[in-house]
């Protein structure tokens, strides 16, 4: 029995912040604005696994108000989910997210994204998917204002092997 589940995050990128994207730093003068590191990528794909089992979101799990959050990294709360999945009985089985920016070009960090998210939530690298584009000048992303995630994410019960689904 898969389940589905959609998520979105964004963030908005100031001078003086380490800008961090699925779990990896990336070279750049900004970063993004938060509690925790502002890593939209990882907390768009934990609201997505969040939402697959209907467990609220990552506001609830993680409040912003709670010094227990503050400055953590995207891969720890990918890790947190992963133990709030299988309390439910579920594990990670693939995500998808879109990044939406318009600088840096994220190509060359796209493999150590999919290598950091796959880690954290221990599956393979081989169905972690990870695509960016511009919002084509458009708008408060196209302004590079923000950066901002969206993402798919499909669980299947914790016991399930690769050949079932
Ligand atoms: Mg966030």
């Known amino acids: 029995m898969m389940r589905i589940g959609s998520g979105y ?14 779990g990896v730093s990336i070279d ?17 794909i934990a609201d997505a696994l969040l939402g697959a089992v209907a467990l609220g979101d990552i506001g609830k799990h993680f409040p912003p ?43 060359p960090f796209v493999p150590g994204m999919r290598s950091a998210i796959a880690q954290a939530l221990e599956i393979s690298a081989s169905v972690v998917s ?15 204002e923000a950066v901002a995630a969206m993402a798919v994410a499909t669980v299947v019960p914790w016991n399930s092997t690769s050949s079932d689904f």
């Open 28 to 44: 750049f003068p900004k970063g993004l604005l938060g509690h925790s590191d502002g890593d939209v990528v990882c907390h768009a």
């Open 130 to 144: 990870v695509k960016a584009k511009t919002n084509e000048g458009l708008g408060f992303l196209g302004r590079g």
């Open 9 to 22: 995050d964004v963030h908005r990128l100031i001078e003086g912040r380490e800008l961090f994207l699925g």
């Open 65 to 107: 108000g709670d010094s227990k959050w503050k400055g953590v990294r995207g891969q720890v709360i990918l890790g947190e989910v992963r133990g709030l999945l299988a309390d439910e009985g579920f594990k990670p089985a693939q995500v998808d997210v879109t990044i939406v920016l318009e600088e840096p070009k994220l190509q």
